[in-house]
């Protein structure tokens, strides 16, 4: 984590600036160079207002990172760990999970850190419950699958249309369940200054990889108590809505985040009426209950079959001059999938397979989600081949 991220950053709970400590760094060698001040409001590194620092100092902050700290909120007297680099801004009943996950951090730092006691004590409810149950899915998922294809830049030009590169330059972003970090790289790649955030795990793979992009920040928290001041030029998530408690309610969090007249934008599934779709609702009771690595292999033999029934002949026929319709919702999914590595397929079956939510919606109900919104300049776009949506509006 670097500094320049607590000037975004503050209290899920009180909406209060954060002040951080930090009990482990090392240095990067990004030789970055500012003409003003990286941060707008407030200087982490040192403790004062951003108005009139010497930019040459932001170079040197950038190359400073937090690898093991605290951000702490005075006002209601929680503290949040950094852990791997990963600010760690979990809601109180499910901050407890990091200790499952990182029992090392606090053998070493744990007596350093106040925290709300609630966090480690609470009694869950069901909600809590599957909130963890999500966690756990994707800390799973996205660990195993986080390989950063190249293919990746593909997929978020294809998600994101009809945005393109000069919508992300100079901006700064959130990507609102960024997984392992695939579209956060892409993003920041296009020029713009990017934060990832995500409920799981899957926060350690996104850190790794990328480690090399100075302007992309993660941080672990909750979708429904997102830990940002509203300043984000462009909010998206992808994927990601149609697999919480309340996918309306985690729109309108994640709209909050979003300055005024920034762009909110989220990719949800449509009413997949598709033989596939329709056996993987069938046995997907069954397998929601099934340890990870069991609905992993079965990830990979769906996969496998997928290719060889499909893929691979399709390929052969296209090799002998064969056209085919891609627009039509049968070989369109043979085409996309065509185009990625074996493991993607087997990353969307383990990921329709094991997770607790997994919703779908029509076009009415889109429009409901934007109005309620009060989104200015809504649109709904039906992304056909995928029988999914496309949903975006400005904040007011």
């Known amino acids: 984590m670097r500094y320049r991220l607590v000037d975004l950053l503050a209290c899920p709970y009180c909406g209060k600036r954060l002040s951080v400590e930090a009990f482990e760094k090392k240095s990067n060698a990004f030789g970055l160079k500012f003409s003003k001040p990286a941060c707008g409001k407030w200087c982490a590194r040192y403790s004062r207002s951003a108005k009139g620092m010497q930019p040459g100092k932001c170079a040197a902050c950038f190359d400073e990172e937090l690898v093991s700290g605290a951000l702490s909120c005075q006002a209601c007297r929680r503290s949040y760990p950094i852990i791997k680099g990963v600010p760690r801004l979990l809601p109180d009943e499910l901050l407890g999970e990091t200790v499952r996950y990182h029992p090392g951090f606090y053998a070493k730092y744990g007596k350093r850190l106040r925290f709300h006691g609630k966090g480690f004590a609470c009694s869950l409810d069901a909600a809590a419950k599957k909130k963890i149950e999500t966690l756990d899915n994707y ?43 695939p579209h956060v790289n892409t993003a920041a790649a296009y020029g713009a200054e990017v934060v990832g955030v995500d409920l799981s795990e899957a926060v350690d793979a996104a850190q790794h990889n990328l480690a090399k992009q100075p302007h992309a920040h993660v941080v672990q928290a909750d979708l429904f108590h997102l830990p940002f001041e509203p300043r984000f030029d462009l ?19 994640i709209a909050s985040v979003a300055r005024k007249g920034g762009l909110v934008y989220a990719w949800l599934y449509g009413e997949r009426k598709h033989p596939a779709f329709y056996l993987i609702n069938a046995v997907r009771p069954v397998t929601r209950l099934l340890p990870n690595p069991v609905n992993y292999a079965f990830s990979y033999l769906g996969a496998l079959a997928f290719f060889a029934l499909f893929v691979y002949p399709y390929r052969l026929f296209r090799w002998l001059g064969v056209r085919f319709n891609t627009s039509g919702k049968y070989v369109y999914w043979i085409d996309h999938f065509e185009k990625y590595p074996l493991r993607v397929t087997a990353a969307n079956l383990f990921d329709w397979l094991s997770v607790p939510y997994l ?28 029988d999914s949506w496309k949903i975006f509006g400005r904040r007011p």
């Open 139 to 181: 800390s799973y998922e996205w660990n195993e699958f986080s390989e950063m294809f190249p293919e990746w830049e593909l997929n978020f030009k294809e998600f994101m249309a009809p945005l393109t590169k000069k919508d992300f330059t100079g901006r700064l972003v959130l990507d609102a369940g960024c997984g392992f970090g």
């Open 235 to 253: 909010v998206y998530s992808l994927g990601v809505l149609h697999h919480t408690p309340d996918p309306e309610a985690g729109f309108r969090s």
């Open 359 to 386: 919703r779908q919606y029509g076009r009415k109900e889109m429009r409901g989600w934007l109005d309620r919104a009060k989104l200015k300049g809504k649109k709904v776009l039906f992304f056909a081949g995928r």
